[in-house]
Nanobody, 116 residues
């Protein structure tokens, strides 16, 4: 059974940092484009960042500079480093894996709350 599992969410103060991780199983991780989405309460799900098998990255323009996506193929793990967090970053963060232009697999999500 293919699994995509996020971790690392939690409560952070404004201006703080968090690093999310995503581990996959039953897929050849190194072949997949991996990415992150988020959904805030009452809002539509939005794209954050992606990284291809060749480690080409793409970002939502407004988040580039604060968020950084990376991968470790030896550990089947995707990361999202989030810095200078703001209350509006509060959302459920989802890890995705795909071989084409759209994700094939989604994780269950991890909650990130930014509050003082």
């Amino acid at each position: 059974q293919i699994k995509v599992v996020e971790s690392g969410g939690g409560l952070a103060r404004p201006g703080g940092s968090l690093r999310l991780s995503c581990v996959t199983s039953q897929i050849t991780f190194s072949l997949y484009t991996m990415g992150w989405y988020r959904q805030a309460p009452g809002k539509e799900r939005e794209f954050i960042a992606s990284i291809t098998s060749g480690e080409t990255t793409s970002y939502q323009t407004s988040l580039k500079g604060r968020f950084a996506v990376s991968r470790d193929n030896s550990k089947n793990t995707l990361y999202l480093q989030m810095n200078n967090l703001k209350p509006e970053d509060t959302a459920v963060y989802y890890c995705v894996a795909g071989l084409g232009t759209q994700p094939n697999y989604w994780g269950q999500g991890t909650q990130v709350t930014v509050s003082s």
